[in-house]
């Protein structure tokens, strides 16, 4: 087999495994993972105050702050705390004073990602395969 | 020959690569006392300064070398315009993207955070490569490997550029966990991508200094190549483990990572073998940093191997490990075949002046114990934040973050001597090229040529 044939059919295998990928709300939607529109607002004002410079979700994101994937959820936090946290800051987070349409938004969009799973690597267990699985 | 389509991409390369360094060394203080660090341009706004210049350096660093590799297979076969436009397009992007991050402008996803209107220009000057790509190719008679990689940079980077604004469409943005499976599968793909590029050019090197055009087109130069572009399009699912994605490509993440890099160690292993003492004395720099790579090769891949393993991976995937990983990658590999590249490219006529300078030989040597040190500390600095996610009853993050500070000190500590040897070695590079006259290139080639013969005789 030519360079070129190889190279076409891992293409080809590449676009059916790409187009699984984008059509996978559409064959199924598992309760709580499809967010909102508001939520999806939400995501935009996320990247608006670039804060995945900082943050992960999913421990997909900068280090210097917490992973906010369950904040909306943990036992003494929720939204309220997060407002909190917009408008006073702490020492390395400078005050984010959002309008109140983008802090809800942002409320949103946290609580789409909360109610999507758990992020805490405790809540999985390892397989014999070296596989992982949610507990 | 006058490289003179590449050189300006490997110089504006360079000096992002300088800004990118310096950029860094700032952010790194929010690490160890963010007292000092000052409110501007803020964490927010520098870490992305920092990452966007270092991708340029690499982006760029690749399109110029690749250029100058196609000027010294082809000739003059590429259109100079279309090559000014596109390092046109690219300037119009970089001054905009910066002038939008320090007015703290941001609206892209994670690594590519400017507004996507600034990824247009750089859309339009990867077209531009490519049919400039084209136009050279088509005169190379049965493509040696590392036209196929380049080609495969160039064609795939389009693709997972244009994938990474998905987001624009509600469609994806609406669904969490589909849109986060895109957007690591574009970054695996974009760095996929410009490894084909660089390690394209890695080859490249290796038949040059080599004087073996075997290497190119041997049968397991090509199963190398179809194994990275396997991975190119297979390998992330390692970076997606703990989100809720079908169960298919958490396995195939896995499964794919399991194959990486064999091939590939085993050419650098017989290469090596092979070169003479004359031509590691011509291409003195070049050989030397293509080795540097190679060790920086190893021990990424053993960390890479390690981190994809879904059992382990729940330790490291989060920490500072990942961080190691891509600095260890982004400076030990891409940036060590960049540096090859550019004092082969640019110091061309230099040989003698470089080869005898002790400067640059000691920092060279000190460049790779700083990075070892770095890369050390901030391994060391995941495995401790991992043992933290993985305790029952974890201490407050801040107190976590604040157990870290020595390994924080560490790694900023050895940042800074890093930071100055790699920009020593810039520097000694742009000297290089600036010294460079015209026709001098053409003289070292020639004692080149006869040295290797003198080396074979006897």
Redesign the interface.
Do not use: E
């Given at each position: 087999m030519k360079?070129l044939h190889?190279?076409l059919l891992?293409s080809l295998?590449?676009l059916t495994?790409?187009f699984s990928?984008?059509l996978?709300?559409a064959i199924e939607?598992p309760a709580g993972?499809?967010?909102?529109?508001l939520?999806?607002q939400g995501?935009?004002v996320w990247?608006?105050?670039?804060c995945?410079?900082?943050h992960?979700?999913?421990?997909?994101?900068?280090?210097?702050?917490?992973?906010l994937t369950n904040v909306y959820s943990a036992p003494g936090k929720g939204e309220a705390y997060i407002r909190a946290f917009l408008k006073a800051g702490v020492?390395?987070m400078?005050v984010f004073d959002l309008p109140e349409e983008e802090a809800a938004q942002l409320a949103a969009f946290l609580k789409?990602?909360d109610a999507?799973?758990s992020?805490?690597?405790?809540d999985?267990i390892?397989?014999p395969t070296?596989?992982?699985k949610?507990k | 020959m006058q490289l003179s389509i590449g050189k300006p991409f490997m110089l504006t390369a360079l000096a992002m690569l300088c800004g990118g360094l310096v950029l860094g060394l700032w952010a790194s203080i929010y690490y160890i006392a963010p007292e000092y660090a000052g409110r501007f341009p803020g964490f927010e706004a520098l870490r992305p300064m920092h990452v966007s210049s270092i991708m340029f350096w690499i982006l760029l660093g690749a399109t110029g070398s690749v250029y100058c590799a196609l000027q010294q297979l082809v000739g003059g076969w590429m259109s100079k315009p279309a090559a000014q436009a596109q390092w046109a397009l690219w300037a119009i992007a970089i001054g905009g993207i910066f002038f939008s991050y320090l007015n703290r402008s941001f609206g892209g996803r994670e690594y590519w955070e400017f507004s996507p209107a600034w990824a247009l220009p750089i859309a339009l000057a990867w077209l531009l490569f490519l049919v400039n790509f084209a136009r050279a190719a088509r005169r190379i008679q049965r493509w040696p490997v590392y036209v196929w990689m380049w080609m495969t940079g160039i064609v795939f980077f389009l693709f997972a550029f244009a994938e990474n604004y998905l987001w624009l469409l509600p469609y994806f943005r609406e669904h969490f966990v589909t849109d986060t499976a895109i957007q690591w599968k574009v970054n695996g793909s974009l760095v996929g991508s410009w490894n084909q590029l660089i390690y394209g050019t890695s080859f490249y090197l290796m038949e040059r200094i080599n004087k073996n055009a075997g290497i190119g087109r041997s049968r397991l130069a090509f199963a190398m190549y179809f194994l990275g572009l396997f991975n190119l399009m297979f390998n992330w699912g390692h970076h997606i483990y703990t989100v809720p994605t079908p169960e298919y490509l958490r396995y195939t993440g896995y499964l794919v990572s399991m194959t990486e890099w064999v091939f590939f160690l085993r050419i650098l292993y017989n290469w090596k073998s092979s070169v003479s003492q004359a031509q590691k004395y011509y291409h003195y720099f070049p050989y030397r940093f293509l080795m540097a790579a190679d060790l920086w090769v190893f021990l990424n891949l053993g960390q890479a191997i390690l981190m994809s393993i879904p059992a382990l991976n729940l330790y490291t995937h989060g920490t500072h490990v990942t961080v190691a990983h891509a600095m260890g990658t982004t400076i030990g590999i891409n940036s060590m075949i960049l540096f090859a590249a550019c004092f082969e490219f640019l110091g061309g006529g230099q040989r003698a002046f470089l080869a005898g300078n002790r400067l640059l030989n000691a920092t060279y040597r000190t460049a790779q114990l700083a990075l070892l040190v770095f890369w050390l500390s901030l391994n060391a600095a995941g495995v401790q934040k991992g043992m933290w996610q993985m305790a029952p009853d974890p201490a407050p993050f801040r107190v976590m973050m604040d157990g870290l500070k020595p390994w924080f000190w560490a790694f900023a500590g050895a940042g800074a001597v890093l930071a100055t040897a790699l920009l020593v070695l810039a520097g000694g590079a742009l000297q290089a090229a600036w010294r460079a006259a015209p026709g001098a290139a053409a003289a070292e080639e020639a004692l080149g040529n006869r040295a290797a013969r003198e080396s074979q005789r006897v």
């Open positions: 360079p190889f190279f891992l295998a590449f495994f790409s990928i984008y996978q709300p939607a993972s499809t967010d909102t529109a939520a999806a995501r935009l990247q608006k105050y670039n995945q410079s900082c992960q979700l999913y421990g997909l994101g900068g280090y210097l702050g917490p992973d020492a390395p400078p789409a990602a999507s799973g992020a805490s690597p405790r999985f390892i397989l070296g596989m992982t949610r | -």
